[in-house]
């Protein structure tokens, strides 16, 4: 089976997002700003749909993209709050909120996710991972604090284009450390006691994983 032929084919099948979504997407395309394939889109408007989560954190806006999607499509009940650093795509983000109309909806908080994430004390549904690779390892302790038990994280791109299958000396030097450290992550998440993960070969790769509730967890919310 040609798997890139395969790939084209699924790809082919999606329906496509909202009118303004799909202009961004465009937009994004054309002038090479990386946002989320269109297998991670459908894979999260599967969550948004199944999930109905009110709370979402995003680690990595860029334009607001995925934000947006996941916004429009997990209910009018959600709120979105996500963390950018790279000051040229803040402004684009904000605007797209605001022209989307999301921007009482959607949060972006500015600044290093990793020094921020520490001064965050919610607990959220459901937390995308799209920022630097190399910094999901030092992002986990907080994302694995601030997911509710029973909630859902999604990480973005663990794959990297199939590197990560490469022995350490096998990829370039500059990309050594995000290979390491994904290896890192990847082991981190696949073996952590609180988390139950898959990881799908969906776009770039995707690590899907749930936290687990305890045993305790259902009589308390029962009691609460």
Not at 30 to 40: G, L, N, Q
Not at 76 to 93: M, N
Not at 160 to 169: H, V
Not at 190 to 201: A, E, N, R, W
């Amino acid at each position: 089976m040609n798997h890139d032929r395969m790939l084209t084919f699924i790809d082919s099948l999606y329906a496509g997002n909202t009118p303004f979504l799909d202009e961004i997407e465009r937009r994004s395309l054309e002038e090479e700003i990386p946002i989320i394939r269109k297998p991670t889109q459908a894979l999260l408007k599967f969550f948004m749909e199944k999930e109905r989560p009110e709370a979402i954190l995003e680690v990595g806006t860029a334009v607001g993209f995925s934000a947006l999607l996941m916004s429009e499509y997990a209910g009018e009940k959600c709120k979105v709050t996500t963390i950018e650093k790279y000051e040229k795509r803040i402004p684009i983000a904000k605007e797209n909120f605001i022209n989307a109309r999301k921007e009482k909806r959607i949060t972006l908080l500015e600044g290093d996710a990793l020094e921020l994430l520490k001064n965050l004390d919610d607990s959220y549904d459901f937390i995308f991972m799209d920022a630097a690779k190399a910094q999901y390892i030092h992002f986990l302790p907080d994302v694995l604090r601030l997911l509710r038990p029973g909630g859902t994280l999604v990480s973005d791109n663990i794959l990297q284009e199939g590197e990560i299958l490469e022995s350490r000396y096998a990829v370039t030097r500059r990309n050594r450390t995000i290979h390491s450290r994904m290896r890192e992550y990847l082991y981190e998440i696949t073996h952590c006691d609180q988390l139950q993960t898959m990881i799908l070969p969906v776009g770039d790769g995707v690590a899907v994983s749930v936290k687990k509730k305890g045993k305790n967890y259902d009589e308390e919310q029962g009691k609460a």
